[in-house]
C-alpha cells in the first residue's frame, strides 16, 4: 500500500494549489480519507475527510476556500486550495483509515510542503 502527495510549492497570498494525492495497493471506497497539515512547531492536524467518496468535511479555518474530492477510476484525492494564507504553511499528508476485523488500517502520504507568503 502506498499513498504519494504532489502538488506542494510556493504560492503568494491569495494564490491557489492543488494537492494530489494517488493510492496504490488498495481501494480508496473502503477507506475514510483525509488530509492532514502539520505546521513548524505545531502539531499535525487534519483538514479535510471523504468517506466512501462522497461524504465529506472541512474544519472551519478552510471551509469557503479549500475543497476536497476523489476520483475513483485514478485512485487518487484532491485538497483544492483557494485564497491560500500564510497560516496555511505546513507540509500536507494524505491519510488513508479504516477498521476491519477489530484491526486499524492506517497509511499515510510522504508528505509535500506548502509554503504561502504573505
Known amino acids: 500500500v502506498q499513498l504519494v502527495e504532489s502538488g506542494g510549492g510556493l504560492v503568494q497570498a491569495g494564490g491557489s494549489l492543488r494537492l494530489s494525492c494517488e493510492g496504490s495497493?488498495?481501494?480508496?471506497?473502503?477507506?475514510?480519507i483525509g488530509w492532514f497539515r502539520q505546521a513548524p512547531g505545531k502539531e499535525r492536524e487534519g483538514v479535510a475527510t471523504?468517506?466512501?467518496?462522497?461524504?465529506?468535511t472541512l474544519i472551519d479555518a478552510v471551509k469557503g476556500r479549500f475543497a476536497i474530492s476523489g476520483d475513483n477510476a485514478r485512485n487518487s484525492i484532491y485538497l483544492q486550495m483557494n485564497n491560500l494564507k500564510p497560516d496555511d504553511t505546513a507540509v500536507y499528508y494524505c491519510?488513508?483509515?479504516?477498521?476491519?476485523?477489530?484491526?486499524?488500517?492506517?497509511?499515510w502520504g510522504q508528505g509535500t510542503q506548502v509554503t504561502v507568503s504573505s
Open positions: 491519510h488513508a483509515y479504516k477498521r476491519a476485523w477489530g484491526k486499524d488500517y492506517n497509511y
Open positions: 495497493g488498495f481501494s480508496y471506497d473502503d477507506y475514510h
Open positions: 471523504m468517506t466512501n467518496g462522497r461524504s465529506t
